[in-house]
């Protein structure tokens, strides 16, 4: 067992080396003896079109029924639409098998117990039931049901939009699951849509399904620069992020997405707290400020912002990555569709195009999030090295360590932080000029490089 599969967040690794039957009936064995000890019965399981899901999920269920455990088969789906299920079916949780945008070749497990996704805590315990072989024993047999989930989501996403008039709209489906049901629901609540790449493949002929790296989104600016579109949407590998491109073919950060939906979300939730991640731009926050809403920052992460959103009984939230959050009419879970919908919706009430509305927000010199490789076992103590290094500086520099740390002056920001997802430390920059921002940059790189003792580059 690969221990480095249990991630953050969830469990990902390459399919047939990292989940291979033996361990995914490990896991399967370990994840029901977590939900048996929360007394849960039955849950849902779905999975997306990775040519190692349905392998997956043959194996995962027949350990979850070996505990006697119900399962509902909900088949190919997308993450959004488990989530759906925890709030619409008669479960006690649930298992969606994906690994989102990775390349095809990965696959992995995002879980629920309740209505909560597992915790960094939950996930690391699964890995110790295994590692103690501590497992309920096998001696029953669930059943097994299906349940064809998709039509009555689709239903209530379309019943719970208002488009005030003909939106001219791309939809890039990056051959996830979602072109199972895209054009219906689009189509149905009065788009003109136009399509690409409807149908689901799990090598992903066409392009990756990040559409938070502007190079995947090429073939969609073409689309609405051609087509002479109102806007194109895109979704990630299992539709619980999205990437927005404006009339003019331009790619918009999910933090800018995020500003105009706060303002129309504070026209109706007054003095709300709206929820940033450390990622996201000072733009963000000063908007919502300026619409009446009060900012939050906090830590990356779909499962921290979900927490975070309820504890603040939040109305919004997102991050960077392109994951939204609405509980204003919605459940706090991150769904790429109703986000693209919900962002749809305002446009249509709206006598500006896009790009003009765009033009009314603030801008700043940033940079998108930069990577940069860095030992798995050494990257969290630099972040403590280098805070330790910051706090030295005789400087007008404010500290934010909510999550990695975030660096501020009068003019600019820096975030270096741990990412939680790969061997790496993850970077974003901005800034009210360019100069400034080159500055900021330098400060960090510097400091980077002097605790490391290596040089850095990016």
């Known amino acids: 067992m690969n221990e480095k599969i249990f991630r953050e967040y969830d469990i990902r690794g390459v399919a047939e080396n990292d989940l291979n039957d033996s361990s995914v009936m490990q896991i399967s064995l370990a994840f029901g003896t977590l939900a048996i000890r929360q007394n849960v019965k039955k849950i849902a399981i779905g999975r997306d079109c990775r040519l190692s899901s349905t392998r997956i999920f043959d194996v995962f269920s027949r350990g979850i029924r070996d505990l006697g455990i119900d399962i509902i088969d909900l088949g190919i789906i997308t993450t959004p639409i488990l989530y759906y299920a925890l709030f619409n079916l008669d479960i006690d949780g649930g298992v969606m098998i994906t690994a989102s945008h990775n390349p095809p070749e990965y696959n992995g ?97 066409n392009h990756h399904p990040d559409p938070s790296v502007e190079k995947n989104l090429s073939s ?95 109305p919004l939230a997102g991050e960077l990555s392109g994951h939204i959050f609405f509980s204003d009419k919605h459940h706090g879970y991150d769904d790429a569709i109703y986000a693209a919908l919900r962002f749809i919706e305002i446009l249509s009430g709206n006598t500006k195009k896009l790009s003009v509305i765009l033009d009314d927000i603030p801008k700043m010199f940033s940079t998108p999030e930069i990577r940069l490789d860095f030992p798995e076992d050494k990257k969290f103590q630099i972040i403590n090295d280098l805070s330790d290094e910051l706090k030295k500086l005789n400087q ?63």
């Open 109 to 205: 497990f995002k879980a629920a117990i309740g209505k909560e996704v597992l915790s960094s805590d939950q996930i690391q315990e699964l890995k110790n039931i295994i590692l103690a072989n501590d497992f309920c024993p096998v001696n029953k047999h669930g059943k097994l049901t299906k349940n064809n989930i998709i039509d009555k989501y689709t239903e209530d996403l379309i019943n719970n939009i208002n488009i005030r008039k003909k939106i001219k709209v791309g939809v890039d489906c990056a051959n996830t699951p979602v072109g199972l049901f895209a054009r219906k629901v689009f189509e149905a609540v009065g788009c003109e849509t136009f399509m690409l790449f409807e149908t689901p493949d799990g090598t992903f002929p």
């Open 220 to 314: 969609l600016k073409n689309l609405v620069i051609s087509k002479k579109l109102d806007l194109g949407v895109s979704f990630d590998g299992d539709a619980d992020r999205i990437g927005i491109i404006d009339n003019q073919g331009k790619l918009i950060y999910s933090d800018i997405i995020l500003a105009i939906l706060a303002k129309s979300i504070l026209l109706n939730w007054p003095n709300s707290k709206i929820i940033g991640e450390v990622k996201c731009s000072k733009i963000l926050f000063d908007e919502i400020k300026k619409n009446g809403g009060v900012p939050v920052m906090w830590k990356t992460g779909h499962s921290n912002i979900k927490r975070k959103i309820k504890e603040e009984k939040a």
């Open 396 to 458: 007008e520099y404010s500290l934010i360590d909510i999550d990695g740390i975030r660096i501020e002056d009068s003019n600019s920001w820096g975030l270096v932080r741990a990412s939680n997802t790969q061997p790496a430390l993850s970077m974003r920059f901005e800034s009210n000029s360019e100069e400034s921002l080159e500055k900021m940059k330098n400060l960090v790189l510097n400091l980077l490089e002097k605790v490391s003792g290596s040089r850095c580059k990016f």
